[in-house]
């Protein structure tokens, strides 16, 4: 395989995470009796550009298919989150119903909706149709299509430049990367900004956040390597910030090579930081699989060992991120009864591989169980202040990343 970037070959394996189905491609009861689709799940370093990868094996409508189970809306610190970003580059770049914003994977409309409230216009691009749906019934216009060049091509023919392109969480779902930039470029006007949001690289491999690789994530963000992308096709990076959603994040600021916007200090500080760190080198990432392989164990011995002493353990938030967890470890519903979730597009589903079934949140209550496995360990304080009521039973939480924590 070559990289998706700068096409060098590629041979240093980052981690092997085996054979697992997709992570978002939940079960109904009748898929049970069905053969499920695995696909091997390994990650490469690309030595040149330093884009961290997955290997080929998925195409993207196989993982992002009409009834993609993913609702951004289902999170309260996110919908916080969206809005208060929002509220800031609504005043910060003075936008107004002269401009024009474009977010690609609007999903259900959890961010754009801010927006249609301000008066701003705006265009979501989400190819998923069930979230394109929910977002629509917002009353936010959405383009159902994969974004790269060509529909930006379309997109600019018709008019449309954009003042502000925004991408939560899309730049490493996104197989061929170079495309998806060079059509952020020609989508933005020559004095506009790019926002995409990201999980670091750097907080995946130091806080040891393995079960963020999936088969929906195709590239592993460093600063480092997307200004070689946005280099590529035209854009620079020209400022940063760092965020604490989703275990540790960057939120960059993009604009046309020739754009009025000096790069900024913290910009300068996280790409000197990445270099001191050594995310050049092969060097760091080569004892990445034994320190993830640690989490898998531990994992595995804590439920066995709850099991044996008659504890009921169950989990909360049927998360992709739970999946490569549960799947890597061997955990099925011998170990886990089940998964509560507050999403109603994944309730009376089964999780994929490890087929336990996912309930509505309710069911805690009836099972009064003793462990509660919080897998989206980001979303762990929220989790918490909802479920708080289980203490009085003595229930306790836990998560496996970065290490085993009972609280």
């Known amino acids: 395989m070559n990289c998706r970037h700068c096409k060098t070959k590629l041979d240093q394996v980052f981690i092997d995470l085996g054979s697992m189905p997709p992570s978002n491609a939940y079960l109904t009861k009748d898929d049970l009796n069905k053969k499920e689709t695995y696909y091997p799940l390994r990650v490469l370093v690309c030595t040149n550009c330093w884009l961290v990868q997955t290997e080929d094996f998925a195409q993207p409508d196989e993982l992002f298919s009409a009834d993609y189970a993913y609702f951004s809306s289902t999170s309260i610190s996110w919908l916080r989150h969206a809005k208060e970003y929002c509220n800031y580059v609504i005043n910060e770049f003075n936008l107004s119903s002269d401009s024009f914003v474009v977010e690609i994977a609007s999903n259900d409309g959890y ?8 008066g701003v216009p705006c265009l979501g691009v989400e190819p998923t149709a069930c979230t394109a749906d929910a977002a629509e019934k917002l009353k936010i216009p959405v383009i159902r299509e994969f974004f790269g060049e060509e529909l930006a ?19 490493a779902h996104v197989p061929d990367i170079k495309d998806f930039a060079i059509g952020m470029s020609l989508l ?7 926002n995409l949001e990201f999980p670091h690289l750097l907080s995946l491999v130091e806080l040891c956040q393995f079960d963020t690789i999936y088969h929906e994530h195709f590239s592993y963000l460093s ?67 034994e320190r993830v392989n640690c ?29 490569t967890l549960l799947n890597y470890a061997g955990v099925d519903q011998d170990l886990i009864s089940f998964i509560c979730d507050a999403a109603k597009s994944k309730q009376g589903k089964y999780m994929p591989g490890s087929h336990i079934p996912i309930l509505h949140p309710d069911k805690i209550k009836d099972v009064r169980p003793d462990y509660i496995i919080i897998l989206p360990w980001n979303l762990r304080e929220e989790i918490m202040a909802e479920l708080m009521y289980v203490r009085e039973w003595g229930c306790k939480f836990v998560t496996f990343i970065p290490r085993l924590c009972v609280f």
């Open 111 to 118: 961010l754009l909706k801010n927006f249609v409230d301000a």
């Open 153 to 171: 091509k379309k997109m600019v023919r018709k008019g449309d430049k954009a003042d502000l392109i925004i991408g939560n969480n899309v730049f």
């Open 188 to 194: 933005l006007k020559s004095d506009g900004i790019i």
């Open 223 to 289: 600063l480092t390597a997307v200004n070689a992308v946005f280099n590529s096709a035209g854009l620079r990076v020209f400022d940063v910030e760092k965020l604490d959603t989703h275990g540790g994040s960057l939120r960059v600021y993009g604009c046309k090579q020739d754009a009025p916007y000096k790069s900024s200090q913290q910009y300068k500080a996280i790409i000197e930081n990445e270099l001191n760190e050594g995310y050049t080198t092969i060097n760091k990432f080569e004892s990445f699989q």
């Open 295 to 323: 989490i898998r164990d531990e994992c595995k011995k804590f439920l066995c060992d709850q099991k044996e002493l008659d504890k009921i353990s169950v989990g909360y938030g049927a998360a992709a991120k739970g999946n």
